[in-house]
């Protein structure tokens, strides 16, 4: 179990390293503005995250939030 985590753990860290090097983007909630998610440059597909402010889930399309404006 041990060696499970230390792996997970250097996947982190690689993922981390990767992450840095791309561009970054804050996506805000739809309704009410606030930052849900940062998102990299190679981000791709649909997320649900759950907005505190709202305490709704919201669904995220990538493609829409490109430039950060609603869709």
């Known amino acids: 179990m041990?060696?499970?985590?230390a792996y997970l753990r250097s996947k982190?860290?690689?993922s981390?390293?990767?992450?840095?090097?791309?561009?970054s983007r804050d996506i805000r909630c739809p309704e009410c503005g606030r930052k849900i998610l940062v998102a990299y440059g190679d981000a791709a597909g649909h997320v649900s995250v759950y907005c505190i402010k709202?305490?709704?889930?919201k669904k995220i399309?990538?493609?829409?939030?490109?430039?950060?404006?609603?869709?």
Not at 16 to 23: Q, S
Not at 61 to 71: E, L, N, V, Y
């Open 2 to 5: 041990k060696d499970h985590k």
């Open 12 to 14: 982190e860290r690689a």
């Open 16 to 23: 981390a390293k990767e992450a840095d090097e791309l561009d």
């Open 54 to 57: 709202c305490r709704e889930v």
């Open 61 to 71: 399309d990538f493609k829409r939030f490109r430039t950060g404006k609603k869709a």
